[in-house]
């Protein structure tokens, strides 16, 4: 008969492995986001966790990089179907561009890319997001509201210009972001501004100290 004391502390110890892997993968992302150079130590610091910890369950910082990137593709890839599921294709566009900038996904490529080695798994999924990038743009010209000649991969650059917009305040950022996307969305659209943006650009526009501090 299993012994309960013995059970109930495996499982204890797999919620807290469980845990410890999120605050690694949330601490990577964090660290790696604001110097791709950073040490794993300062992962590990930042997570709360020891660096045996972090080795337990990464083989190094290569590892990690590899990790943080693929849940931002598998994040993608859920806001494209989401997306698809949608009837309204050009509704569904503009708010997958949204939804994206808001989480930032692109940050991930603009800062990391190249800095690790792909698994094959994770370029299968980067082909798939590919493809479905495009049907959702292929749906939002078939409306009538997209411009004819914009491509699925302009929608990549706009969206890696958004995520080059940094500032030290996270909500901050998120507005600028989401400002300079509506803009870019105003030029995008055939009939005009897009739509749910008609009553105004998200947040202020930057200023010039806000400018100025990124220099600092």
């Known amino acids: ?8 502390g495996r499982s204890g110890r797999r919620a807290q492995a469980a845990r410890n892997d999120s605050a690694i993968v949330d601490a ?15 992962v590990a610091s930042r997570a709360g966790v020891g660096i ?5 369950r990464y083989g190094g910082k290569e590892d ?7 849940d931002g593709l598998r ?9 698809l599921a949608a009837d309204d294709g050009w509704q569904a566009f ?12 692109h940050s991930l490529t603009v800062h990391l890319a190249g800095s690790f080695a792909p698994t094959p798994e994770m370029a299968a999924d980067a082909a798939r997001a590919s493809e479905l990038a495009a049907l959702v743009t292929r749906r939002a010209h078939e409306s009538g509201r997209l411009r004819a000649d914009v491509a699925a991969s302009d929608i990549v650059l706009i969206l890696e210009g958004c995520a080059a917009v940094r500032y030290p305040d996270a909500e901050r950022a998120r507005l600028l ?7 870019q969305l105003a030029g995008l659209d055939t009939a005009g501004p897009a739509t749910g943006s ?3 650009l998200p947040g202020p526009p930057a200023s010039e100290e806000e400018i100025g501090r990124r220099w600092r």
Not at 1 to 8: G, H, L, V
Not at 33 to 40: E, F, Q, R, S
Not at 64 to 70: M, N, T
């Open 1 to 8: 008969m299993p012994n309960p004391t013995e059970a109930a």
């Open 198 to 200: 008609a009553t105004g």
């Open 64 to 70: 990690l990089l590899r990790q943080i990137c693929h």
């Open 75 to 83: 994040r993608y890839l859920a806001q494209a179907q989401q997306a």
């Open 94 to 105: 503009i708010s997958f561009l949204r939804r994206l900038v808001d989480a930032d996904l």
């Open 28 to 42: 990577a992302r964090a660290v790696f986001l604001d110097d791709p150079k950073a040490p794993v130590s300062a």
């Open 177 to 183: 972001r989401r400002r300079y996307l509506e803009l």
């Open 52 to 56: 045996s910890a972090l080795y337990r």
